[in-house]
């Protein structure tokens, strides 16, 4: 700070100014342009060729171009500063990348297959062959089995959560349960799948259903729900919860009432990623429902007499092995047809449960 | 706000119901070509004698074609009846044959003898007995710049598919494609990942013609070093077509689909196409073993015969003479009447395919007589 | 476990409140009933975390139980053996290669998601405008509504042909690494051990990147703010205020995905070049994972090679617990607790 060494005159000397030096406006478009430009040289001149190529050494000219001129215009922390921000935004495309390709690959190859014909009949009776048929049975299947493997993992997974951070901190049975909930992520869908089988259709003697999927998808789910859940019980603070107890409510309340409302947000969508995650699994389902031409609201219908329920992503896989490889057929546009459906589906299911959170997250 | 909240709960339930209602499996009456299916052979009307209810049932995905078409057929004809076959494995259709879940089940291999036991055991009162049904030539496709017209030889295959043969304008090669000029490309071979009834029987017909040049086995699941794996046929179609130089082998149906043109095989009489006829001379020459009503075919994969084409591949019908509750039992008799029938052998050849040749169509047919439910 | 432990009443006894946590204070007040309403939530929620056990172990057992008779007719090496063939005899079946492309890809596929996954939530949390943050993490999330099945598939036709590029210039730059070392003749096709990690990164980003940008989010704001008070660049801030307390939930979150990625069945299955051997050229040749393998010989393995693969799947049970373990204690160290 500088004061003034003469009392008496009255304009203080200016020292050096709090901001430092810099970087004009124009600086970085600037950089951007200059690399590009000479990407584009380099490319022209030299053997160097690709798209994607391009980018990346455009890209890499921009960091070095701005972290160097900025490091000598502005300083070391400055530099350091642009050059992760740049960095943080380039993880951001890279994520966004595969997403727009996967999205517009999805929808060039399955656009063409949806019609209001597709989306509300079944592929009973028409050959796979032929056009014609749609999905109506397999959505049908998907949302129901997700459905009820959602009312029994959700309540579970919360409680279960509850269970590890408000009552159970710090003693053995918690960090017990807590360890095998990491465990459970790592169960791989068809080993899921392979235990109820085992479990639900060979000991205990069911017939394949929706249902028994649906048991499988519940245990893919749970220690997704459990996990976020927990990280977001553990955020909230705790002058919440001794306001609640100093006010004395109890602890039961305080969990439900005050606890609850302020992480909702952030549990509805741990549950909606637990939701996406086994609406896209095929390979327990096809151990434990199988294939299915018509519609069947009934989870529970078996295979002996009666059909088990279809659902989007075994339909997927039966039009792909009924493709066999043919990419003009049938079966083809009809897989990816399904395939956009589901992920459309799923992405609807994602906003409605974030416009949920978002009404009811208790603010503050 | 709690307005706001539970009017979004309320507009999801009302939307879910309202879509509950609105789907439908009737796909007769306006879908386009979907009724008025090109595939001509429709059974004449009449001729089916059709069961009702619903038949569920499992097997062998290499006749998941043909069973698609007769289920369409089938279900044309008879209003009544529902079939759904899920085509995930010719064990996994034996294993619920078995144990009892599934009336009948399509396996790529008769019951083994150590099964003999339980199978007959599911059939209270009767046995378990294998019907062969569809016949399937494995083909072998090729992606190989220039060359429309590729002649392989038993040797050749078991050559480049041992990796002991590595580009296309091999000596040997270019001995049995007398006149087509072959490019020097590497060759990649492209097998089945999954085990299947494909591979036991392109292995079974390898090690029965050049059995001192195949040594990996004659089982389902692929030995032979190198080459790369697909995990289904139809991944493994995709992979050829998309590889210059790739040689993979799948089912007939499979190489129809894509309109790709197999290769000829040379047996030592001359190169032969897969075709109905020639794969029915190959069936022709073979061993028709089990009692009156058990149908076990021992192919001869060795066969040189002059226009024979030996590398096929035979599913069957696993069921139960008797025992099985009378719905089922009338379905099952009901159905395999119909595919084992002329119109029903008939939707094979167009599928690629081959039709049962006629004397052994006539014996299973005579078996699928004698089934019954108690 | 956690930073902060909370401070409540209780069953039985009612406390002064402490700050700051600590056991509660005497001075009970005697003769408070133990209200039913606690009693009741308590044991449901206990009965809850039971049930997870529950399930745990049911699988375990099932697993094991399952498995023993394979092992015992195993005639190979179970851990070195590199093929798989349990229906022939003799009964040979081992794990080496299985175990090599599982830890290979879900560690490819974790080197390249986490720190991107990081930078994510990052951008979205701090350096996104607020009014759009929110609809970024949407999109950004959406990565997971895409089904494994069609993952698989596009990996399989639209990622393996086009990464050729970059593996032919890897095998250039970089192929004195053996890691990046392509020696084919033919031009490469991708369906690697290398292309599988990719898929796999792309599949978990959404788990790791939005919990971590759940937890950044959620760093108190005064802590924040006296960073920039201070004169902190926004980086800075980040370093020494965000990512400290960010740590945890980070590090679970990436679990959470390793799980992910070692038991991912259909995706890897579709884009996976069957290998049944141990490669390090990860451009160049397939591979086989545990889940992998299971799904392709399930439809048609005997008996033997039914507990043979569940015996891969208890290997599998086994590795997760190992990398979760070793996680508890990097998480444990790090807090000194």
């Not at chain 1, 909930?181 to 790592?186: I, K, L, Q, R, Y």
């Not at chain 2, 992979?239 to 149906?253: E, F, L, N, R, T």
């Amino acid at each position: 700070m500088a004061v003034s060494a003469e009392p008496r005159t009255g304009v203080p000397t200016p020292g050096p100014s709090l901001r430092g030096r810099t970087l004009p406006t124009y600086a970085l478009p600037g950089f951007a342009v200059a690399a590009v430009l000479l990407t584009l040289l380099l490319w022209a001149t030299t053997g160097f060729a690709g798209r994607a190529g391009f980018v990346v050494f455009a890209l890499l000219l921009f960091v070095a171009l701005q972290t160097l001129v900025s490091f000598g215009v502005e300083g070391r922390r400055q530099a350091v500063n642009r050059l992760f921000t740049t960095l943080v935004t380039v993880a951001f495309l890279i994520a966004l990348t595969p997403l727009v390709l996967i999205v517009w690959y999805t929808v060039k190859e399955g656009a063409g297959a949806i019609s209001d014909h597709f989306l509300t009949h079944s592929m009973f009776r028409v050959d796979p062959s032929e056009p014609g048929g749609g999905i109506y049975h397999a959505i049908v299947g998907t949302l129901i089995q997700t459905a009820l493997a959602t009312v029994i993992a959700a309540p579970l997974g919360v409680l279960a959560a509850i269970y590890l951070v408000e009552y159970g901190a710090g003693r053995r049975f918690a960090r017990a349960v807590s360890f095998f909930v990491d465990v459970m992520t790592g169960v791989p869908s068809i080993v899921a799948g392979l235990f109820i089988y085992a479990f639900w259709i060979l000991a205990l003697g069911f017939q394949k259903s929706g249902f028994a999927g649906s048991l499988a998808l519940l245990i893919l789910m749970l220690p997704v729900i459990i996990r976020s859940t927990e990280e977001m019980l553990k955020i909230v603070p705790n002058d919440l919860r001794e306001a609640s107890y100093a006010l004395g409510v109890p602890k039961w309340r305080t969990i439900l009432r005050v606890v609850l409302p302020t992480a909702i947000g952030g549990i509805v969508t741990g549950i909606m990623l637990g939701v996406a995650r086994i609406m896209g699994e095929t390979a327990p389902l096809l151990l434990l429902v199988g294939i299915n031409q018509r519609i069947e609201f009934n989870p529970f219908a078996g295979t002996a007499e009666q059909v088990p329920q279809e659902s989007l992503p075994t339909f997927i896989f039966e039009q792909f092995q009924l493709a066999a490889g043919n990419t003009d057929s049938e079966p083809f546009q009809r897989a990816w047809g399904a395939a956009l459906v589901l992920i459309v589906i799923i992405g609807l299911l994602s906003a409605v449960a974030r416009l949920i959170a978002r009404f009811a997250r208790v603010r503050g | 706000m709690k307005l706001q909240r539970y009017g979004l709960v309320a507009g999801l339930v009302v939307g879910v119901l309202a879509l509950s209602a609105c789907g439908s499996d009737n796909n007769d009456s306006s879908s386009s070509a979907g009724s008025g299916s090109s595939a001509s052979g429709t059974a004449p009307a009449g001729s089916i004698d059709c069961a009702s209810g619903t038949l569920s049932w499992d097997g062998s995905s290499a006749q998941k074609t043909a069973v698609t078409q007769w289920v369409q057929q089938y279900q044309n004809q008879c209003s009544d009846a529902s079939i759904n076959y899920q085509g995930q494995g010719s064990g996994a259709g034996r294993t619920a044959f078995y144990s009892g879940q599934i009336p009948v089940a399509g396996s790529d291999a008769s019951i083994a003898d150590g099964d003999r036991g339980k199978a007959d055991a599911r059939c209270s009162g009767g046995k378990a007995i294998d019907l062969p049904m569809v016949l399937t030539p494995v083909e072998f496709i090729y992606n190989v710049k220039g060359v429309s017209d590729l002649t392989v030889t038993p040797s050749i295959l078991a050559k480049i598919f041992s990796g002991k043969i590595t580009t296309w304008n091999d000596p040997e090669i270019a001995a049995a494609n007398k006149g087509v000029t072959l490019p020097d490309t590497t060759i990649t071979t492209v097998h089945r990942s999954k085990d299947s009834g494909t591979t036991q029987n392109f292995a079974s017909f390898l090690a029965a013609q050049v059995p001192d040049l195949w040594t990996y086995g004659t089982g389902q699941a692929w030995k032979a070093p190198g080459g790369q794996g697909a995990a289904d046929s139809s991944a493994l179609v995709q992979s050829v077509k998309g590889m210059d130089g790739a040689i993979g082998y799948v089912d007939g149906p499979d190489a129809t689909k894509n309109s790709l043109t197999p290769a000829k095989l040379d047996v030592g009489s001359g190169a032969v196409e897969p075709n109905a006829d020639t794969v029915g001379k190959a069936i022709s020459a073979a061993q028709v073993s089990g009692d009156e009503q058990d149908v076990v075919l021992k192919i001869n994969y060795g066969l040189k015969d002059a226009g024979a084409y030996p590398a096929i591949l035979a599913t069957y019908e696993i069921t139960c003479t008797k025992g099985l509750t009378a719905g089922q039992a009338k379905f099952v008799k009901s159905f395999l009447t119909y595919t084992a029938s002329d119109a029903g052998q008939a939707e094979l050849a167009k599928l690629g395919y081959s039709p049962l040749p006629t004397d052994l169509a006539g014996r299973v047919r005579s078996s699928i007589d004698s089934l019954s439910a108690t | 476990m956690r930073e902060r432990e909370p401070v409540g009443p209780t069953i039985g006894t009612a406390t002064t409140p402490s700050v700051g946590g600590g056991p509660p204070v005497a001075g009970e007040i005697s003769g408070a009933a133990v209200r039913p309403g606690d009693r009741v939530f308590r044991s449901l929620s206990v009965a809850a975390g039971a049930t997870v056990l529950l399930i745990m172990a049911a699988i375990a057992a099932f697993l094991i139980v399952r498995s023993v008779p394979a092992l015992r007719a195993n005639t190979a090496d179970f851990f070195t053996f590199e093929q798989w063939l349990p229906d022939e005899s003799p009964v040979q079946f081992g794990i080496a290669a299985l175990l090599f492309h599982t830890l290979m890809t879900g560690l490819l596929a974790m080197i390249m998601a986490v720190p991107v996954s990081i930078g994510v939530a990052l951008f979205i949390t701090y350096y996104a405008p607020r009014r759009v943050s929110s609809t970024l993490g949407y999109f950004v999330d959406l990565l997971a509504a895409v089904p494994s099945i069609v993952y698989g598939l596009w990996g399989f036709a639209f990622l393996a042909p086009n990464l050729t590029g970059l593996t032919l210039w890897l095998d250039k730059w970089f192929g004195w690494i053996p890691l990046f070392d392509y020696q084919l003749q033919n031009r490469p096709n991708n369906l690697t051990d290398f292309t599988a990690g990719i898929i796999l990164a792309i599949m978990i980003l959404p788990i790791i990147s939005s919990i971590s940008r759940e937890v950044f989010g959620q760093v108190p704001r005064d802590q924040v703010e006296a960073a920039l008070a201070l004169g902190a660049t926004r980086w800075e801030m980040i370093r020494t205020s965000v990512l400290p307390f960010g740590r945890s939930g980070v590090v679970s979150a990436s679990i959470l995905g390793l799980g992910r990625a070692l038991g991912e069945t259909l995706a890897v299955t579709i884009v996976l070049s069957t290998v049944y051997g141990i490669s390090w050229h990860i451009t160049q040749s397939g591979g086989v994972t545990f889940a992998m393998n299971i799904a392709l010989k399930y439809g048609e393995a005997g008996t033997v090679g039914t507990n043979a693969l569940i015996a891969s799947g208890l290997c599998l049970f086994i590795i997760t617990l190992a990398v979760n373990f070793s996680a508890q204690l990097i998480i444990r160290r790090r807090k000194g607790a």
